[in-house]
């Protein structure tokens, strides 16, 4: 063997490198990903769900896979192509550390994964739809890329060997598929940047309510509009205006009363969306349809029967 041709070069070592960066990134984005999708699919009815608790994740994946994944795929065809020209490198030590440290991960993580199910299952513990669905993403997963890379340490480079494309190709489908459903389950980015605005809204309306709280009980009446709340330290609020349009919330005092209304216009149905809202006190108290709605509220009294009513345009 020429030991010229063997020799690891800067190149060999940063393809490699970024074929290791790409290739981990990648898989832990997807399992990632899936493990989002089946808590959004499947939630776990004893937890309390909070705005983006799954769509800030399930995109995080998503741009992690959109990016680290296409880099990956190219760098491996670069290093297959070189191994290909260059028979002699199928033995470079950063090839061979590469495969060896991604086989022994993946097998890790396919034993970890196998003892976790059996723990559960001879402890008697309720083996659940998500758990079963999470497991399996792990150990499909892990044991897809063990067997490839077992494979690719073993076949004859020299050869060409047309069902490694293939296994690329279907590898691609897969992820594309993964991608394309969860953009869907989180909607687009106007969607996305609707729900967020409407959450603020929620937050600004529910520090709006304890400000009025707070100033009734203080001086046995309400105040006149939603600016007396923003002088001052005593009554401060963060925000009485709109986060998109800066108009301020319509506020309506009774007279000689404790009860008033607030009102806004929301871009979006809190009713549809039961996992991925803001999980504020009294959220039950705020939610809301499409367009201008408005709240009937009672000063001093922070959990009223909701009543959510939608207001006629003006």
Same mark, same amino acid.
């Given at each position: 063997?020429?030991? %010229?041709? /063997?020799?690891? %070069?800067?190149?060999?070592?940063?393809?490699y490198l970024?074929?290791i960066?790409?290739l981990?990134?990648?898989?832990f984005?997807?399992?990632s990903?899936?493990?989002d999708?089946i808590?959004? +699919?499947?939630p776990?009815?004893?937890?309390n !769900?909070?705005?983006?608790?799954y769509?800030?994740?399930?995109?995080?994946?998503l741009?992690?896979?959109?990016?680290f994944f296409?880099v990956?795929i190219y760098?491996?065809?670069?290093?297959t192509k070189?191994?290909?020209?260059t028979p002699e490198?199928?033995?470079?030590?950063?090839?061979? +550390?590469f495969?060896?440290?991604?086989?022994?991960?993946t097998?890790?993580a396919?034993?970890?994964?196998?003892?976790t199910?059996v723990y559960?299952f001879?402890?008697?513990?309720?083996?659940?739809?998500?758990?079963v669905l999470? #497991? =399996?993403?792990v150990l499909i997963?892990? =044991?897809?890329?063990f067997?490839f890379?077992l !494979?690719?340490l073993r076949r004859?480079?020299?050869?060409?060997?047309?069902?490694?494309?293939?296994?690329?190709y279907?590898?691609c489908i897969?992820?594309l598929?993964?991608v $394309? @459903?969860?953009?869907?389950?989180i909607?687009s980015?106007?969607?996305?940047?609707n729900?967020r605005?409407?959450s603020?809204r929620?937050?600004?309306?529910?520090?709006?309510?304890?400000?009025?709280?707070?100033?009734?009980?203080?001086?046995?009446?309400?105040?006149?509009d939603?600016? @007396?709340?923003t002088?001052?330290? %005593?009554?401060?609020?963060? /925000?009485i205006?709109d986060p998109?349009t800066? #108009?301020s919330?319509?506020?309506?005092?009774?007279p000689? /009363?404790?009860? !008033?209304e607030i009102c806004?216009?929301? &871009?979006?149905? &809190?009713l549809l969306?039961? @996992?991925?809202?803001?999980?504020?006190?009294?959220q039950?108290n705020w939610k809301?349809g499409i367009g201008?709605?408005c709240?009937n509220r $009672?000063a001093g009294d922070l959990? *009223?029967?909701?009543?959510l009513? *939608?207001?006629?345009v003006?």
């Amino acid at each position: 063997m020429d030991q %010229t041709k /063997s020799k690891t %070069t800067a190149s060999d070592f940063f393809i490699y490198l970024g074929v290791i960066i790409g290739l981990y990134v990648s898989t832990f984005s997807l399992i990632s990903l899936s493990f989002d999708l089946i808590n959004k +699919w499947l939630p776990d009815v004893a937890m309390n !769900y909070g705005y983006d608790m799954y769509s800030s994740g399930i995109r995080m994946a998503l741009a992690a896979l959109i990016i680290f994944f296409p880099v990956f795929i190219y760098l491996s065809r670069i290093s297959t192509k070189s191994v290909t020209l260059t028979p002699e490198k199928k033995d470079l030590w950063v090839r061979r +550390w590469f495969f060896f440290l991604t086989l022994f991960l993946t097998g890790l993580a396919i034993a970890i994964d196998l003892t976790t199910l059996v723990y559960r299952f001879i402890g008697g513990e309720d083996l659940t739809m998500r758990f079963v669905l999470k #497991v =399996l993403v792990v150990l499909i997963v892990a =044991l897809a890329i063990f067997r490839f890379y077992l !494979y690719e340490l073993r076949r004859d480079v020299t050869i060409p060997t047309p069902k490694r494309k293939y296994l690329m190709y279907l590898t691609c489908i897969i992820v594309l598929a993964v991608v $394309i @459903t969860g953009i869907v389950a989180i909607g687009s980015p106007t969607t996305q940047r609707n729900i967020r605005l409407d959450s603020q809204r929620v937050n600004d309306l529910s520090n709006i309510q304890y400000a009025i709280t707070d100033y009734y009980r203080a001086n046995n009446n309400l105040p006149v509009d939603l600016a @007396t709340l923003t002088q001052g330290t %005593t009554y401060y609020v963060s /925000s009485i205006k709109d986060p998109e349009t800066q #108009v301020s919330y319509e506020y309506r005092a009774t007279p000689q /009363s404790s009860k !008033y209304e607030i009102c806004a216009v929301f &871009s979006t149905d &809190s009713l549809l969306d039961k @996992t991925d809202r803001v999980s504020y006190p009294n959220q039950e108290n705020w939610k809301h349809g499409i367009g201008r709605i408005c709240f009937n509220r $009672i000063a001093g009294d922070l959990t *009223p029967a909701p009543k959510l009513m *939608p207001a006629p345009v003006i």
